[in-house]
């Protein structure tokens, strides 16, 4: 079934975003026959990615029940195809513009501005995710899962005794630095500044372990390598020289950024912008919206938390909708 701008249509559970979280609300969704209709966003935008951040993903060796590993994409292909067995509608398509002041909820596909939303969901589960904030440099998507992360929790054991480094300076980098030093022979990490970002604690624990080094005042201008990552061009911020850091992984930690704008005014948010819930539960403050996954998950950030927050959220929605009727 289609969608179309201008000619709302009732639905009784709208999911807006995918990836593990939301296609676990909609696997949920569908089996409490509640039918739930999945924007999941477009392969053109950087900020809604259909399949979340694994899409950008190679081996996934720590989501339960895959002991040989999986490819990222695949692990998504195949969450999309349980949804969609148990009657999920998804469509490739992001949500332009929200209301939830009234019920149902509206929900815009295309133009904002149309006078009549796209859908009218009696509940809503959100899941647009977050994105990993890179550098910018060239060739920075191609060499994602080639010597290139954003996770040490996910991609640490595969750089044993290798040299990485790790590019930032405050509590999530010394955190990353400190835990790949349980597989690396050593770790370079590359801050822009000539002290760190990161908590007393943090710090002290980073400059304690001796398979931690730094390069001060000092950003990455090149990666290095063709199909694989081989070094690092970094250029000193004070001086301009430039010099090249042979390290075969390199950890991108400068922060991540919930998908929240579309949710500006609408729903509550941390100072952080990741949307708040209840605690213990995926309920907003709007009553009937529910969010999952790494857009108010600023903690875990792994696809089987998200997994577990969208069976959350999708339970959470099927008895709201019960209290409802």
Known sequence: MTLQAGASREVDVAVIGSGPAGLTAAIYAARADLKPVVLEGEPSSTSDQPGGQLMLTTDVENFPGFPEGVMGPELMRRFRDQAVRFGAEIHTLK?????FSTRPHSIWVGDPAAAAPTLRAAAVIVSTGAQS????????VDLIGHGLSTCATCDGFFFRDQHIAVVGGGDSAMEEATFLTRFAS????IHRRDSLRASKI???RAFRNERIDFMWNSVVEQYLGDSALAGLRVRNVETGATSVLGVTGCFIAIGHRPNTDLFDGQLPMKENGYLLTEPNSAATAAEGVFACGDVQDDFYRQAITAAGTGCMAAIEAERY???LH
Do not use: C
């Not at 949500?95 to 209301?99: K, L, M």
């Not at 904030?133 to 920075?140: A, N, P, Q, S, T």
């Open 202 to 204: 943090m710090q002290q």
């Open 133 to 140: 904030i890179m550098l910018g440099l060239d060739r920075e």
């Open 321 to 323: 909708l019960e209290r």
């Open 186 to 189: 050593k770790v370079t990490v």
């Open 95 to 99: 949500a332009s513009r929200v209301d």
